[in-house]
């Protein structure tokens, strides 16, 4: 998709005799904090480009004319680094985001700005949603790739399978986040899809913050690895590594009001299922190891 011809034989072969009524893209190229400092260029390349491609391809496919739908999945990274807590939609453009995320993070907002521009300009209709972290069953348990929680699944679950003594954990853990459980990120998507038509950006997320350091002894304690009276030998810190943006957390006030959503699966319930999908499943040939 980031090349120009892709995304024609995108549009002309995906439903052949058909015409697309709403594109949904959520293809990225993204990854945890070791990921972005490795490959910015390529994170800002790919995403953009994919933006870039796929919109124009739309427009070109007469998305305006019959009241078709692009919707563009962003990101909580394009945020600015010390947005005030909790993130709202009217504060994405009061500062620059966090370094080490900040070209994959601008990138997805400029699609948010294409979309704006062509419904200014060619009354096509776009939708931006801007998830926290996800996380689930299926996702990326890549150590190369993956994003903190089933980075820490899978650390815990063969640190186990080893009997080693400690896990070691970047930065110092002071860090906070927010996670939305992946099917309640498909049904904020799916809603979003039907009843927006102009990209007004909406958070989807939970508006529960918690500290790496309180998720990392949660999932050492879900998983079995440590309990309450080991987890403080059993952990530790490698404080040399980047905690990366301080805060994370998002007002979902918007996606309340104008869409009638709200996340549904708790956190430890949503962590639970989680950790039982990657311990049936991590030796399958088609997860993402």
Not at 250 to 257: F, G, H, I, N, S
Request: aromatic fraction near 10%; proline fraction near 5%.
């Amino acid at each position: 998709l980031t090349e120009k011809s892709s995304r024609e034989r995108l549009y002309a072969s995906a439903f052949p005799g058909q015409k697309v009524d709403l594109m949904i893209h959520l293809a990225a190229e993204v990854g945890g904090i070791g990921a972005n400092r490795e490959n910015p260029g390529r994170y800002f390349y790919a995403n953009m480009a994919m933006a870039l491609h796929l919109i124009e391809q739309a427009r070109i496919d007469g998305f305006a004319d019959r009241g078709a739908k692009f919707l563009q999945v962003g990101t909580i990274c394009a945020y600015p680094n010390l947005t005030p807590i909790p993130f709202k939609e009217e504060n994405l453009w009061n500062g620059y985001p966090e370094v080490t995320n900040a070209p994959y993070g601008i990138a997805k907002k400029a699609a948010w700005q294409m979309l704006d521009a062509y419904k200014l300009q060619y009354d096509m209709n776009g939708v931006y949603v801007l998830p926290v972290n996800l996380y689930g069953p299926r996702d990326n348990f890549n150590l190369h790739s993956s994003h903190v929680i089933p980075a820490l699944i899978r650390k815990c679950v063969e640190a186990m399978d080893r009997g080693d003594e400690f896990l070691e954990v970047w930065g110092t853990g002071s860090a906070s986040r927010e996670f939305l459980f992946v099917e309640d990120a498909a049904e904020g998507i799916l809603t979003a899809a039907e009843k927006m038509d102009d990209p007004t950006p909406m958070n989807l997320g939970t508006n529960f913050e918690i500290t790496i350091k309180d998720l990392v002894h949660m999932i050492a304690k879900l998983t079995g690895f440590a309990d309450e009276s080991t987890i403080e030998r059993k952990i530790r810190w490698d404080s040399t590594k980047p905690d990366g943006q301080p805060r994370r957390c998002l007002d979902v006030t918007r996606a309340k009001e104008l869409m009638g959503w709200q996340a549904k699966v708790g956190f430890e319930e949503g962590l639970k299922r989680t950790i039982e999908w990657f311990r049936a499943h991590r030796n399958d040939p088609d997860a993402r190891m």
